[in-house]
């Protein structure tokens, strides 16, 4: 039992903002993802094409830590219950999430995915999708926040959420 604490100990230390922990002996991770700004500003400030339609470059993102928040629960939601939708398992949209991690919004969009081992695979997944890229190319979001969470069989889910603040 010691050693088992130990290890669990030695994992949150050396997490990195990730947090660690078990149910019914099932290892499972969460972390909001600040990196993830670095790819998806790139790619807004250099301009590219989404499907068939270039989009020009756009002013870069900011990190809105209620944004993350946001995109925690979702991923949360996701991972313990096995599904991938903009749908939680309670029946909200992005935009009441919003509003429940208290993100006034005016614009908000939503990318979700699964699999990804890190941010910028998520990203360049993302801009592979002409939907998602749309999304993280539009000119009027003007923050974003990210996360990821693992089930208790290692898929990870990931949503980013990227916004307006409302007046």
């Known amino acids: 039992m010691f050693l088992f604490a130990l290890f669990l100990i030695v994992m949150l230390v050396n997490s990195c903002g990730t947090v660690m922990y078990t149910s019914s002996g099932i290892y499972k991770s969460h972390s909001m993802v600040e990196s993830i700004i670095e790819p998806i500003n790139k790619a807004r400030t250099s301009g590219i094409m989404c499907g068939n339609e270039y989009y020009k470059a756009a002013p870069p ?93 290692l898929r990870t889910y990931w949503t980013l959420v990227l916004g307006t603040p409302g007046k």
């Open 61 to 153: 993102v900011v990190w809105n830590e209620k944004l993350a928040q946001a995109s925690l629960q979702h991923s949360l939601d996701m991972a313990e219950n096995g599904f991938l939708s903009h749908k939680g398992s309670d029946g909200s949209d992005p935009g009441e999430r919003l509003l429940m991690a208290g993100y006034r919004w005016s614009l908000y969009g939503e990318d979700v995915g699964q699999g990804y081992q890190a941010p910028e695979d998520a990203v360049r997944s993302w801009l592979k999708s002409k939907m998602h890229c749309k999304n993280i190319m539009n000119p009027e979001f003007k923050e974003a926040g990210a996360a990821y969470a693992r089930s208790g069989n």
